[in-house]
């Protein structure tokens, strides 16, 4: 539980993008051109910067701490593409309906399940500390978050893809070594057996709307 947690501390302190707009299109298939090193560094350190901008914000509700998050989402990670990979093997059955359901509260889904339990988390610093060649041309920028609410140093690593009319966007986090994209699939399918992949998005559905609820009920900070 505490490497899960940490993990998406991490993913939110670098908020960056999850691309909400081709949400059921597959993968770009077509190659993109290798990604720049000192470009992928700056990128997200550019996103870190502006994560802890908004935890630090007092003055913020949690409904539009959540809606500047979203923002942040949607300016960094490509969620098309990540989506994709949390479903495995149930994205080859899927119908075009359910494909279009699942992307559709994917990003909500992430931001409500993560984004309140990290206000705490303002004072932490994430520092990038190096790169590391990454398949089909991408790249690892590897970081290190830190901070008083922080039990131990947290090591990040993002991989970053110039997608294809897009440019850069993180496609999976790994912490400590193990995959963020690989950890939610291996939930996500756990739940697919049990339920089917209906029961799946439901279960999403009723989470952000419970997870809505609550945030518009909480007063605003001032």
Do not use: C
């Not at 991490?10 to 993109?32: H, K, M």
């Not at 997200?44 to 935890?55: G, M, P, R, S, Y």
């Not at 119908?95 to 932490?124: C, M, W």
């Not at 690989?182 to 999403?204: C, H, P, S, W, Y």
């Amino acid at each position: 539980m505490r490497l899960r947690f940490n993990a998406f501390l991490a993913t939110a302190l670098a908020l960056g993008s999850l691309t909400a707009t081709s949400v059921y299109a597959p993968a770009a298939l077509a190659a993109e051109d290798a990604v720049n090193a000192s470009a992928a560094t700056k990128f997200i350190q550019t996103l870190a910067d502006q994560a802890f901008e908004v935890l630090r914000n007092q003055s913020l509700s949690q409904a539009q701490r959540d809606q500047q998050f979203r923002q942040l989402l949607q300016k960094g990670f490509a969620l098309d593409i990540i989506g994709n990979g949390v479903l495995g093997t149930a994205r080859r059955t899927a119908t075009p309906e359910q494909l279009k359901a699942f992307h559709a509260v994917f990003p909500d889904y992430v931001i409500r399940i993560y984004s309140s339990r990290l206000t705490e988390y303002g004072n932490s610093t994430l520092k990038v500390t190096g790169t590391a060649p990454a398949p089909r041309g991408d790249i690892y920028v590897r970081t290190l978050v830190t901070g008083p609410n922080v039990q131990q140093p947290v090591h990040a690593d993002w991989r970053i893809r110039n997608v294809a009319g897009r440019g850069l966007k993180v496609i999976d986090l790994s912490l400590e070594g193990v995959s963020m994209a690989v950890t939610q699939r291996d939930e996500f399918n756990a739940k697919i057996q049990a339920r089917g992949l209906d029961g799946l998005i439901a279960e999403m559905k009723s989470t952000t709307a419970s997870s809505t609820k609550t945030a518009a009920s909480t007063p605003e900070k001032r």
